[in-house]
């Protein structure tokens, strides 16, 4: 199955309400499950074991949101990493940061990249809200499921 078309699905499902979709190529299974920009992909053909699979996808199934912790008056949302790869701040390495703190956020607005085998898997907020914290240092590598920033919610 062809890459880009698995990340035409998965910008369609990201802007639709639906919550989950799955499709059948061949031996090939994509599920793609909504739940806080994660997405699922299983394949069950026994040969393609040893082929790598389109990196737009989680190993894990969808199980956590993102954490919302409150101190004192504020309240603050944890961005976590939807994936495995490396995370940066910009672009491009001469480009300014997507985010600084003490920038202001709306939900659809980009907040990092995070790489994974050479596909740029953009993150985005899902709250309205002001960067506390940055978590994680430019060009490091993240976990499925790591903090990334810190947004205190409007």
Request: aromatic share 4%; hydrophobic share 35%; net charge negative.
């Amino acid at each position: 199955m062809d890459i880009n078309l698995i990340k035409k699905l998965i910008r369609i499902v990201e802007k639709s309400e639906i919550t989950e979709f799955s499709i059948t190529d061949g031996e090939t299974k994509i599920k793609i499950s909504k739940n806080h920009s994660t997405v699922q992909s299983v394949s069950t053909a026994p040969q393609q074991i040893a082929q790598p699979q389109p990196q737009a996808k989680a190993e894990e199934p969808a199980k956590e949101a993102p954490a919302e912790t409150s101190g004192g008056d504020e309240k603050l949302h944890e961005v976590r990493s939807p994936i495995v790869g490396t995370f940066y701040r910009a672009p491009a390495p001469d480009a300014d940061p997507y985010v600084q703190v003490g920038d202001s956020v709306q939900p659809g607005t980009v907040l990092c990249i995070v790489e994974a085998m050479k596909l740029m898997n953009e993150i985005e907020s899902d709250v309205s809200g002001k960067i506390v914290k940055i978590l994680v240092e430019n060009a490091t590598p993240v976990e499925y499921n790591q903090p990334l920033f810190l947004i205190k919610v409007d």
